[in-house]
């Protein structure tokens, strides 16, 4: 009787979200490459090699709390300057990896809260700007993006 | 919101540039270094203007001298034999001819094809990015008369150098003198490469009072190819006649180059009593 | 009895996986690599305007119409400067002798004491200013003939900058 209760419960609440299955991973940076001083630079979401990826599995029919940490600067590799850098309104987009998902543009700035309907999981692209001073130092320069999630 | 949702994400890239009613190109890195293991680069072009521009790109060989007064030009052979160290032969540009919009960059991948079993070494080359774009505006003529303009072409010439297994570089100063020139003191020394790479650094002169206290300087960067003679000026507007003391010094420091394509050699330095008049 | 109990307690604790909120976070670097750049750009055309027959006119550097080049590029290094100048200008099959060719440079956008040289094929050494910038004037002057015929008459004046 027990193990009846047990399955008719499963199957009730659906498919779990077992503590192995929710993931968050940072697939590729955000990577500008080369930069004019005194020009802006901007990547695209869409960029299918510069914008920075991340990918994040629940489960269908679960919600996801998408919450990033972005910088307001770059920090040059050896020290000696800081890199403007900046992220617009339209500068995130995520999209399920099943085949009829369309992607979603949103706002990085903003926390944004997703409802898993077709896919369990998705992918998360950021585009960004850099603005360069004329008299930017010559160098690398690099900063950490960091995205929160919460699984719900 | 679901995933369900679509949204086309419209990014307008270098939105607010500042549009610049000339016509030209920016160049990006202005030298470029490439090695034996991945034997390319890359440069970008960006179009500030408001008008297309046609970009072509070439290569060449020539190095820096100094000529009698001390001042840095080309070096151009007429022909370039078998113990010239020129790349321009083997380097190759993708695209060579292209048109860049308005507010856009093009990147240009460069490509070097070295023949085989070239030697371990530094090569050279030069290359030159030609611009020509919408001509500049001229006044409106009298139909019934004769009226005259001239539009501007720019070509843009940057250093590449190409590395083969270890190279190393160093420089020998002799000669330092300085001599009064109108209202400035003119330095000049003689600076001879060591080892099998170009010097590429900076000058950096100072001169000194009797109390040690650093009343004129200079810093310039600076390429030895081979030999050179340069000449630096430090003002000496306001100097009271006496004894100085001068002193130079060359490092392989430079704030516009990655430091990984610099390569290290010890500081080099002499100096020099000088008497102003 | 107990196993209702049973029952319940395994119900809260399904429950209470499902809905609990877990948080996690993953990182991405953002990186740019800040090159210095070389900018050669024509600012201003070389602009004589209307002329007459069998009169010279010259566009001296400090003219609001003569030709400026501006560019940028590392502080305090040296540059070369070469001319390409062409010696007629044309309309159609026309031609209009143009020389006398002056020069000026300087490290402000104003030729108030400016660097004067002579525009040539042969190198001119200059150098960026301290702040990396270099202005470029040039001038020149035009000799229509006597039977000059009428038309708009062009040319191109190509400066190359050699930095290393």
Known sequence: ?152 | MTLRRFFLPVVALLAGTQVLAAQGVVVAPHAVYLDHRTRSAAITLYNPGAEPVEVSISAFYAYPVTDSLGQFTLETPDSVTAGMPSAAAWIRAFPRIMTVPPLARQTVRLLAQPPAGLPDGEYWSLVLIAAKGGSLPVSAGDTAGISVGLTLEVRTIIPLTYRKGAVVTGLALSGLHATPAGDSLAIRVHAERQGSAAYIGTARGALRDAAGKVVGSFSEPVAIYYQAEPTFAIARQGLPAGRYQLTVEFTNERTDLMPEQLLKGPPVRDSLEVTLP | MRTLTRVSATVAALLSLATAAQAQSANINATAVVYQAMTVTGARALDFGNVFPGVAKSIAVAAATSGRFDLTGQASANVNLTFTLPTNLTSGANNLPIGTWTGCTNATNTTTGCTTFTPSGSATASAFSGTGNLFVWVGGTVTPAANQAAGTYNGTVTLTAAYF
Do not use: E, K, W
Request: aromatic share 8%.
């Open chain 1, 1 to 152: 009787m027990l193990r009846c209760a047990c399955l008719l419960l499963l199957a009730l609440l659906g498919p779990l979200p077992l503590l192995g299955q929710t993931q968050v991973v940072g697939i590729r940076d955000l990577n500008f490459g080369p930069v004019i001083r005194g020009v802006p630079n901007a990547v695209a979401p869409t960029d299918p090699v510069r914008s920075g990826q991340f990918y994040v599995r629940h489960r269908i029919g679960g919600s996801v709390q998408l919450r990033f940490t972005l910088p307001t600067r770059l920090t040059r590799v050896g020290g000696g300057g800081n890199l403007p850098i900046s992220f617009a309104t339209t500068d995130a987009v995520a999209q399920g990896t099943a085949g009829s998902s369309v992607p979603v543009t949103f706002n990085p700035n903003a926390t944004q809260t997703f409802n898993l309907v077709t896919s369990a999981d998705f992918n998360i692209r950021l585009g960004g700007r850099v603005s360069p001073a004329a008299n930017q130092a010559t160098g690398s320069y690099r900063g950490t993006v960091t995205l929160n999630v919460t699984f719900f």
